[in-house]
C-alpha cells in the first residue's frame, strides 16, 4: 500500500488545544485509550512509513471520527490512526476472532440458506461458550438475526416497478441478509418519486475488513463492487445509499486507505438516500403529499452520517411530514462502531460509550427511535426497549405504503 | 439550503449570536469547522480584569472600568457594544447554561478573585457557582486537596505558588495542599480531569472522597478541589461532598481539556439543539456569494464535499488566530473567508513589543476586524462592507483579551449583540 506523503502534513497543524480529547467517546470511559491527540498527532511525528505504531492503544480506537470533526485545526485523526492499525495488523497478524467477525458477510451468505438455523446456533450455547473462552467474542451482546427472505431474492421476485428515471442502488450487505425490509422500503419510497432501482453487482462494501486492518481482503471486495457501480456512474445515474457506513466506505475510503483511485469517479455521483430525496425537493419534484404521522421520536445520529459532510438531510426530509416531531439527540456515538462492540475486551467500552444514548432514549415514552445506521439501530435495541428505525420507515408511512403488510424486520434478538 | 441567518463559528460567540437570533424567531444555522475555546477554557467569564492594561492592582467594579474604557479608547470592541448590550448579554447567557443545570453568579459591580490550578489570583466577574467560594478575600484558610494519578492538578505546586503572590491591597490566607488518600483508579499513565469526573457520578467514589475530606481537613478551613465533580451540570456530587465534609468547597478549574469548559459547552450545544437551531460541526466555511452589497450565500465543505448555504444574514464568529478567524503568512494578515482586511500591526517585525512581559501587552494581540456601532465590519473604511454581514468575539479587533480579562465579556455582548442585530434585519 502506498501511503499518501502528506498525511503527516496536518500533524503540524495541531495547536494542543486537547479539543479532540475532551470529546473522543473512546477517551472518556477508559484509559486504556490515550486519545486523539497523543496516538493521532503526537505519536505520528514519530512514525515512518508504515512502521508499527508505538502503542498498541490505538487498538481501542473506533474509528468514528468525532476527533476530525471537532478538531479546529482540520488534522485527520482518525485517518492517522487507521493507517497505524494496519500497519500494527501488518506487523503483528489479524486476530481468528476478527477475521470472523468481519467476515460476517460470507456467514450471511450461508446464513440465508437455512436463517432460523443460523438464528438458532448463534444462540446455541456451545457457540457462546466457544465464542466466549476461545474467540473472545463477547456473549451478552445480541447479534443480528438472518432474514428468511434476503433482499435479493425479494427484487428478483417480486420487484417490477419501471420507469425513465433511474438511480442505482446499493444496499450493502446488513440490508440484504439481516433488515430487507428497508430494502423495500427504500425503492417503494423512491418509486413513489417516479423513480426506478436498478442493482448494480454487489457484495459487502468492505468496511469491517478494513476496520479490523484486513486491507488486502477489503480490497478484494472493492474491487467487485466498483465494477458495477462505475458502469452505473458512467451511465449518468446517480448511486443511492441507506447505509451510512456502506456509503462512507465506497464514496471516501476506497480511495483513501484502498489505493483505488478509480472510486474518485464514484463521488458526486454516490448519495445517501435521504440526501438524494432532498435534492429532489429542493428542485421541486419531491411528492410532498404527507399524511400527518402524530409522534414524538428521537433520532440518534450516525457518526458516520456527520461525517460524510452532507448536513443532516433525514431531519430536513422529515421536517415536511405534518405532526411529526423528531428530535436529534446529543449523542456522538453510540459505542458499537461495526464489530468493536461484539469483542469481549472492548465490550465493557462499548456500552460505557452507550450509557449517554442509553440516558437519552430515556427521555422518550414511544416505542420506536431512528438512526440511519444500522449499528446504531442494533445498539438503540442493544440499550434500550425502543425498536430502532431507518427514517425511511416515517417516509414510508407518510406516504401511506403499504404500511399495514410491512413491518420492519427484527435488527436483532435477544439470546 | 435555506435560512434566515447563518453563524459561522461553534465557539462561546457563535453560540450565544445562534442563541439571540433564534430568539426572534428565526430559522438559525450554526456551522463550524470544528468546536471552539470554550470546550476547553477554565470556564469563567471575564468582563474586565484589569484597566488601564498596565495596572498591576485588579479592578474592583467591571462596570466603572468599561465605562471609562468606552470614553476613553474608542477602538475597542466594547466602545461598539455598549454598556446596555452586555448587562443584556450576561442575563441572556446565565439564563441560557441555568435552564441545563450550570449555574452562574456574578454582577458587573465586582470582580471575584479566585486562584488557579497554576497558583496564579485571577480577577473576572461571572463564574459557576461552584467556584464561588473560592475568593482569596474570605479569611479562612484553604486545603487544597488532590489526587494520587490525576493530571494537571498539583495542588503543593498550587499552594506553594499562592504563597508567593500578591494582590495589592489583599491579605491572601493560607493555603496548604494535600494529596488524598483515595484510589481512583489510575494507572501509569495517568488520569485526566474528564475521566475522573465521570467517576465521580459513581456513589463509592464521592464516599471514599467525602470521608478522605473529612479526614483531612481543620477547623475554619474551605476546601479546593480541582473541578472533577462530575461531569454535567447539577450539584448533586457538589452538594453531598460539602455535607461530608462539613465545610465550604469551592472547585479550581485545571489545565486544558477542563471539566468546567466542557460543562458550559454542553449547557450551551443543549440550549442551541432545544431552540431549533442546527447545528453542523466539521465544515470549512468558504467562497462566499457576494450580490448588491450583501452576502447571499457561503459554500460549506467537509473534505471533497460541498454544500452551498443561503441566508437572509450571516454572523461571522470564527475566532481570531488561535480558531483560525484570522490567517497570517509573511506578506499579511487575512480574514480568510470574506477576505476582509485586518486592523493591527501589518509587519511581523511589529507583531511584538520589546520586552516578553510588557505591561501593555503585544501589538499582534489586538488584531482583528474593525466593526461600526451594528457590529459590521468595516474593511479599510469607516462604512460597513457588507450590510448584512455581522461579527463578533474574538475576531474583533482592539483588545488583548487574556492580558485585560476580557475576553468572555467582549464574546458574549458581542455575540448577543450581533444575533440580535441579525434577527431583527
Ligand atoms: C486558551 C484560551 C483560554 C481562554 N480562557 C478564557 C477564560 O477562562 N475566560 C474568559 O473570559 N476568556 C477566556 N479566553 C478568551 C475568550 O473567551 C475566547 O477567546 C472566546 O471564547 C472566543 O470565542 P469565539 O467564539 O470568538 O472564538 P473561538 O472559540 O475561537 O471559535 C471560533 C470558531 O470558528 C471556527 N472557524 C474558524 N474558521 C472557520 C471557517 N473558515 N469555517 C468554519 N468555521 C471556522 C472554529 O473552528 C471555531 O469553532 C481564552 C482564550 C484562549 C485562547
Ligand atoms: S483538536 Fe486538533 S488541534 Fe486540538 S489537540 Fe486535537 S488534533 Fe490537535
Ligand atoms: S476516531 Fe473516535 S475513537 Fe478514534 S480517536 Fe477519534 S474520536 Fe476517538
Ligand atoms: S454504529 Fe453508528 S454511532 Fe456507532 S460507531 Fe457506527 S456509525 Fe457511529
Redesign the pocket.
Known sequence: MTVKTDIRYPTD?????????EHCPVVKVTEKFLG??QV??DFQRFRSEGDEPHDASVEYCTGCRI?DI??????N?SELNTRAKIALRAARGIPVRDRLLSHAYMFGDLASFAAPAANAFLKLRPFRWMSDKILHLEKDVKYPSYSKQPFEKWIRESYHFESDKKVAYFFGCFTNNNDPSLGRAVVRVLERNGYQAVFPKQDCCGLPLLGNGDVRGARKLAKKNLEGLLRAADDGLDIIYSSTSCGMMIRDDYETYLDLPEAAALFDRMKEVSEFLWGLYEAGELDTDFEPVDLSIPYHVPCHLRSLGIGLPALDLLGLIPELHVEELETYCCGLAGTYGFKSEKYDISLAIGRELERELGRFDGPYALSDCEACRMQIENLSSKKGLHPIFILQRAYGLDAAEEEPDTASEQR | MKYDTVVIGAGLGGLMAALSAAERGKKTLVVSR?MGIITIFSGTIDILGYYPVQDTAPLSSPREGVERLISEDPKHPYARVGVEALEKGMSFFQEAVAREGVTYVGNLDRNFLVPTAVGTIKPTAFLSKRMEAGDVREESDVLIAGFRGLKDFYPAYMAHNISTSTVPGVSIPHFRGRVLDVDIGADGSGMSALTLARKMEEDAMIQAIGRALFCQVRDGERIALPAVLGIRGGDEVFRRLEDMAGTRIFETPTLPPSVTGYRLYRALESRVRASGIRLLIGYDVHDPEIRGGRVAAVNISMGKKTKRIEGDTFVLATGGLVGRGIITDRKSTLEPIFGLPVSGPSRRNEWFAERFFDPSGHPINKIGLEVDDRLRPTGDGKKHVYENLFACGAELAGYAALREKSGGGVTIASGFKAGRLAGEL
Open positions: 497543524q495541531c495547536i494542543k488545544c486537547t479539543i479532540c480529547v486523539p491527540k493521532g498527532p476527533c471537532v478538531c479546529p485545526s482540520g488534522v485523526i | 470544528g
